[in-house]
């Protein structure tokens, strides 16, 4: 089924307004696979929506399960409808930027980047928000919702950290407002570097291997101290004195450590990035087999080699198109077709010619015609289709006019010279027809049949 994506965006948030709490968090599970791994412009389509989920008061009450999943179906919303808003803001995907140091992040100009680092705070606490613990992760539906999540919490923050090491090293660089602002950004960010360990912590606890967990790497904490001393030394503020060697030391080995923290995020990314795709092999190789054990065993269901349109290789067949109209035995089947269409016509006996006997229109009949019949063609009695043998016309041997007179006989054929013609010519059953038109109920009535007036 061919849908186009407005349609199944539509689709999908229809059926979160479904009271059951499977169902909508199976749609959102949905939405959020879509997002992902779908094309963008289903991300795209949601951001440019003036609604989004509205789940905030969903409640299950069928049962004490419904209960439960309800706080999480809230959240788990909540972070949809971010996640959406966050690409309207910048348009693009935090998750799906280039990394490294050409990347977005790392490229982008001081005023951006104090504009864009907030939205991907917001983005990061709603995630967190989710906030669910290893023994709540009872059923299939959650655990799916999470594995989703836990994707997007490492390629969200690897995007979040590179954005502060690019702040960082412009830090010492930036006006009051600018360091200000930039300082209360960094606070924020240790404290979610707290909340992304616990959430890593609970990924393990569910069974994630812990080659796929990245491992964080705390900044130093005298690099907080020398922001802010270099911030009071723009208020005006009476700080220690400090050189600027002491400064770029405490500022690369807090890079540094960010640095480390950022690839083994990418890492961790690009090895579940690796497993998905051996993944997607093994399942087109098994594919592959399944329909190799299906043409053994069918060899029928194969594509025959003999297509008039393409042969082994890909190169173009030039072999004239198979006629489905003809038989394959004839070698001539085309002029032999173009004989017995013509073979179906009736065999009937050519006109008598008639010759001239005297100015005032008399005839004479020439000396009787042999019939010539095919022996492959039809018979056709014209008299059944247009009646009996009606009276025919007796004409005058002389050559005179004819006049009317009435005929002796229903039955009487119609004769030239004592010739009469055969009852399957064509020209006489055409007179046959004419005579016919005074009929009633197949009896003649006043029938008249000219004869020579002179």
Same mark, same amino acid.
């Given at each position: 089924m061919n849908v186009n994506i407005p349609e199944l965006a539509d689709t999908l948030f229809e059926r979160t307004t479904n009271t059951s709490w499977v169902v909508v968090f199976k749609s959102l599970t949905a939405t959020h696979q879509l997002m992902v791994y779908g094309n963008e412009r289903f991300i795209q389509y949601l951001a440019s929506r003036n609604t989004l989920f509205n789940l905030s008061n969903f409640l299950d009450k069928s049962g004490l399960q419904g209960y439960d999943m309800s706080t999480f179906i809230r959240r788990y919303s909540r972070y949809l409808n971010e996640k959406a808003v966050s690409y309207r803001q910048v348009a693009f995907d935090f998750t799906k930027v280039k990394r490294g140091s050409d990347g977005?992040?790392?490229?982008?100009?001081?005023? !951006?980047?104090?504009?864009? $680092?907030? $939205? $991907?705070?917001?983005?990061? #606490?709603?995630?967190?928000?989710? &906030?669910?613990?290893?023994?709540?992760?009872?059923?299939g539906v959650i655990n799916a919702a999470f594995m989703l999540l836990f994707k997007d919490a490492i390629r969200l923050f690897a995007a979040y950290n590179e954005g502060i090491i690019n702040l960082l090293e412009k830090y010492f660089d930036m006006k009051k407002v600018q360091c200000k602002e930039a300082l209360d950004i960094y606070k924020k960010f240790l404290t979610r570097m707290t909340r992304i360990s616990e959430f890593l912590k609970v990924a393990e606890q569910v069974g994630i291997d812990r080659g796929d967990i990245p491992d964080l790497s705390q900044a130093p904490s005298s690099l907080l101290d020398a922001l802010e001393q270099h911030l009071a030394s723009l208020e005006g503020k009476k700080v220690k004195d400090s050189t600027a060697a002491s400064r770029a030391s405490t500022l690369s080995n807090a890079v540094s450590s960010l640095a480390n923290t950022g690839i083994s995020f990418t890492r961790a990314d690009e090895r579940e990035k690796q497993a998905a795709l051996d993944q997607e092999q093994s399942r087109l190789q098994a594919l592959k087999e399944q329909r190799l054990k299906e043409l053994k065993t069918n060899p029928a269901a194969a594509t025959t080699d003999s297509s008039p349109v393409f042969e082994e290789g890909g190169t173009i067949n030039s072999a004239p198109t198979i006629d489905l109209f003809t038989t394959p035995s004839s070698n001539n089947s085309i002029? !032999?077709?173009?004989?017995?269409?013509? #073979?179906?016509? %009736?065999?009937?006996?050519?006109?008598?010619?008639?010759?001239?006997?005297?100015?005032?229109?008399?005839?004479?009949?020439? %000396?009787?015609?042999?019939?010539?019949?095919?022996?492959?063609? /039809? =018979?056709?009695?014209? #008299?059944?289709?247009?009646? @009996?043998?009606? $009276?025919? &016309? #007796?004409? *005058?041997?002389?050559?005179?006019?004819?006049? %009317?007179?009435?005929?002796?006989?229903?039955?009487?054929?119609?004769?030239? @010279?004592?010739? !009469?013609?055969?009852?399957?010519?064509? *020209?006489?059953? /055409?007179?046959?027809?004419?005579? =016919?038109?005074?009929?009633?109920?197949?009896?003649?009535? =006043?029938d008249l049949h000219w004869k020579s007036a002179w």
């Open positions: 977005v992040m790392r490229t982008m100009n001081t005023e !951006k980047l104090l504009k864009t $680092i907030p $939205i $991907i705070q917001n983005q990061m #606490d709603v995630l967190l928000d989710f &906030n669910v613990n290893a023994n709540e992760l009872t059923n002029s !032999k077709a173009a004989i017995e269409l013509l #073979d179906l016509q %009736p065999a009937f006996q050519p006109s008598l010619p008639l010759s001239t006997a005297s100015s005032w229109g008399g005839f004479t009949a020439s %000396p009787t015609a042999q019939q010539q019949q095919n022996p492959q063609g /039809l =018979n056709v009695d014209f #008299d059944s289709v247009f009646g @009996n043998n009606t $009276i025919a &016309n #007796d004409l *005058d041997s002389t050559g005179d006019l004819l006049k %009317p007179t009435v005929a002796s006989s229903p039955n009487q054929g119609l004769t030239l @010279n004592g010739h !009469k013609l055969v009852s399957n010519d064509l *020209d006489s059953s /055409l007179a046959n027809l004419v005579g =016919n038109l005074g009929i009633s109920n197949g009896t003649a009535n =006043n």
